[in-house]
């Protein structure tokens, strides 16, 4: 891996945006890919989407590809340190990357909810009273850059495993498909094996969308439970 970043070193910005928007469009097909297959195995009914969320979701994947590539740069100038290693450690970094980004943006969210920002950048994502999977790039283009500087600034503060990274991006887009799926697939299994007692699971988002003064995180309900905004029924 990290010899694939050296030899992107070598290319110009505007080749590095142009590969990074490929990966992020590639990355969202599939994202919209698992969440049609999720909604057609449950059988949901199929719903169609507007023009304006595809034109909005595809400014999300371009600001997401810019993000990307002012994390290279980040990482090419030193400001930002990976390892490159494959050890324990590497379980380590997955969980603190997990839970510090799920801090950091119930944080945000929160704040969203509670000031001016709702009206004029967060209610473009709450028009979805029922989500449905692409609603997880229906986003304005502020909060999209909002949610990347979070990330950025996270990796800023200390050296994390490359492999964490990965796997930690994966993990973000899986449940951000699961929340705005717009049905509870986990629910016999939410009750037999008690998932929803720290993940946040599809109900526990979708609520979030019907209710707006609950249920502000996005991985765990744990940030909820305890600063008390934590609704289950």
């Not at 002012?70 to 590497?90: A, Y």
């Not at 929803?196 to 995180?217: A, E, L, P, Y």
């Amino acid at each position: 891996m990290e010899d694939v970043l050296k030899m992107l070193a070598h290319c110009s910005n505007a080749q590095l945006v142009l590969l990074f928007f490929v990966q992020n469009l590639i990355l969202f097909i599939l994202a919209l890919a698992f969440g049609t297959y999720l909604r057609r195995k449950y059988h949901q009914p199929r719903e169609k989407i507007a023009v304006k969320d595809w034109l909005v979701a595809s400014g999300t994947v371009l600001i997401n590809a810019v993000i990307t590539d002012v994390g290279f740069l980040l990482w090419k100038s030193h400001w930002i340190s990976i390892d490159f290693s494959l050890s324990w450690l590497t379980v380590v970094h997955v969980i603190i990357l997990f839970l510090a980004m799920d801090l950091l943006m119930y944080i945000f969210h929160y704040l969203l909810h509670h000031s001016a920002l709702h009206q004029y950048i967060h209610a473009m994502h709450h028009e979805a009273v029922e989500p449905l999977p692409i609603d997880l790039f229906v986003l304005h283009p502020l909060e999209t850059i909002a949610f990347g500087g979070l990330w950025l600034a996270l990796l800023l503060t200390a050296t994390f495993n490359v492999w964490a990274i990965i796997l930690y991006l994966l993990l973000n887009v899986v449940f951000g498909i699961v929340g705005h799926l717009g049905f509870e697939p986990l629910r016999e299994n939410t009750a037999k094996f008690h998932i929803d007692r720290f993940i946040g699971t599809s109900s526990f988002h979708h609520k979030h969308h019907q209710d707006m003064k609950v249920n502000f995180g996005f991985y765990t309900n744990i940030w909820d439970r305890i600063f008390g905004t934590y609704r289950d029924k």
